[in-house]
């Protein structure tokens, strides 16, 4: 999500939400479950890694993680794995099943001895105190909170105060993802840590893309990361509200946890067979060609605070400047897949120069059918038109989209009679078919102006070709309807939803 006012109403969110636990209908005894999952104590990353550690020293291994069973299952294998730090830093880190089977993963780490450093954006946090300040109460783990001060510990008459008072700092959100381990192996793109990003959810999933990096520019990774860690908006949860930790000295205080992780009713066994067999599966990605080593990948992230206000709500970013360089620079084609399509004079201005100069423009958002933003859309739809007059070709991604019953959760498939709506929330660009851009940077003001974000350019035609597939697939009619000047999907959805989105277009662009 990318709207400060929806933040509020449509999710409960955080990666903390112990309290969940402690309802008594989800308690679970200790089962003959438990012991199967057992950590393999023979294995470790290093191992894994042993064959490819010359390769590390110099260049970087990438790997595009297109579906989101296997993106969840690489960071558990990854956390189960560590041996000294796992860093994480998330927009949203939720309180359903992913987020609190997450939660005991790093715990459990935690109790091996890693170092786990967890950096989440304030808006989004909406766990208890109580809950965060437990989980932060491990001695192994530490917990900052980004730009506090309009939400966490915050009643409605602060917040309401922040935003009348400092709204630009207030709309300063953290939006990068990133997830590091041992300073070897990063993850970085789309997903946010939610059911809805590994296609479990059975309302709502979303089409979104990850990528692996192995070796050389997870140095850099680190090295942003360690920049907003270390930065005066990242602060220590216990800094942030004025509670101590009730239960911080409670000898079994994550043992709920753990048997709610352990019940096959909330983490299916499939799930845990596709963690324990990663290693074959890191094997044949090594075997099949698909994970490319290259000389030179970069990885570009705004620094923290990044709008100074000298430009109120625009300013732009390191991100913004890059992408800005690499449409400015393509020379045939340029694909793009962004969930948020809202575009300005500048923006418009930008391809129209492309297209002048013969360079073919595509880009898939959401239709209004399966956009889970309505607030977002309702800009784009003002905008549709003259986007659409610079001779971009514009696709609306499908509720139903077809290629959901291939990248769906196989488990997820088997459970439910029914089939969740798909919506887009992929944030990737491919340009001249040779480079790359795989990110959390929307099509939109505000990851140009106010969030900080970060993005991957990898320069391999091989690579592209990948990604390129992807894409051709969900340009397709049964995946996406192609919208012109004389026509657009928005009848799809039921007058309700029209009606809701016409009401939005009163909210400025700069924030949406």
């Keep these: 999500m990318n709207t ?16 969940s636990c402690n309802n008594e209908n989800q308690k679970t005894p200790e089962t003959d479950f438990c012991a199967q999952i057992k950590r393999d104590d023979s294995m470790s990353l290093t191992k894994e890694l042993a064959d490819v550690a ?4 110099s260049k970087t291994g990438v790997y595009v993680l297109e579906d989101g069973s296997g993106s969840m299952v690489a960071r558990a294998w990854l956390t189960e794995y560590a041996e000294k730090t796992i860093d994480i830093q998330y927009f949203i880190f939720s309180t359903d099943n ?3 089977i997450a939660c005991d993963y790093l715990v459990r780490a935690a109790d091996r001895g890693v170092k786990v450093r967890i950096l989440v954006d304030d808006i989004m946090v909406d766990a208890e105190v109580q809950d965060i300040l437990t989980f932060a109460s491990h001695e192994n783990i530490t917990v900052k909170i980004y730009n506090p001060g309009l939400n966490l510990g915050k009643n409605i008459f602060n917040k309401i105060q922040k935003l009348a008072t400092d709204f630009r700092s207030a709309n300063q959100r953290m939006h990068n993802k990133t997830f590091i381990v041992d300073g070897k192996v990063v993850i970085t793109g789309g997903r946010n840590i939610a059911d809805e990003y590994f296609d479990y959810d059975h309302e709502y999933n979303f089409r979104d893309r990850d990528i692996l990096l192995i070796g050389e520019t997870s140095k850099t990774v680190s090295q942003s990361f360690n ?16 509670e101590t930790a ?19 009713k909330n983490f299916w066994p499939q799930v845990r067979k596709r963690i324990s067999d990663l290693p074959k599966t890191f094997e ?5 060609g698909k994970l490319v080593w290259l000389d030179n ?3 570009v992230s705004d620094d923290p605070g990044k709008n100074d206000g000298k430009e109120g709500l625009a300013g732009g970013g390191i991100s913004t400047e890059n992408l800005v360089e690499l449409v400015n620079n393509a020379k045939s084609t340029i694909e793009i897949q962004t969930p948020y399509l809202i575009t300005t004079e500048t923006s418009q201005k930008l391809f129209k120069a492309a297209i002048d100069r013969g360079v073919k423009i595509r880009i898939l958002t959401n239709s209004l059918a399966s956009t889970d933003n309505v607030e977002a859309f309702s800009s784009y739809q003002k905008d549709r038109e003259d ?27 088997e459970k439910l009679d029914y089939t969740p709506t798909f919506g887009l929330h992929a944030k990737s660009m491919v340009i001249d078919n040779k480079t790359t851009v795989i990110g959390t940077f929307n099509l939109d003001p505000r990851s140009a102006n106010l969030n900080t974000e970060c993005i991957v350019i990898v320069n391999s035609e091989q690579v592209s070709k990948g990604v390129l597939e992807g894409m051709e697939e969900e340009f397709k009619p049964e995946n996406s309807w192609e919208t012109t000047l004389d026509f657009n999907p928005d009848s799809e959805v039921d007058n309700f939803k029209r009606l809701k989105t016409w009401t939005r277009k009163i909210l400025p662009k700069s924030i949406l």
């Design 387 to 413: 986007l659409l007059n610079t001779g971009v070709r514009i696709f609306e991604f499908r509720p139903d989209a077809a290629e959901q019953t291939k990248i769906m959760t196989g488990e997820l498939k």
């Design 4 to 19: 400060i006012l929806k933040s509020y109403f449509y999710y409960m969110i955080l990666l903390f939400a112990l309290a």
């Design 297 to 299: 990948v970069d990885f």
């Design 54 to 57: 010359e390769d590390m020293k």
């Design 98 to 100: 992913v987020g609190l």
């Design 284 to 288: 044949d990605i090594k075997a099949s």
């Design 227 to 242: 920049q907003f860690w270390n930065h005066d908006l990242s602060i220590e949860v216990n800094k942030v509200v004025d």
């Design 246 to 264: 009730e239960h911080a000295n409670e000898e079994n205080k994550f043992k709920k946890l753990h048997e709610y992780a352990c019940n096959p």
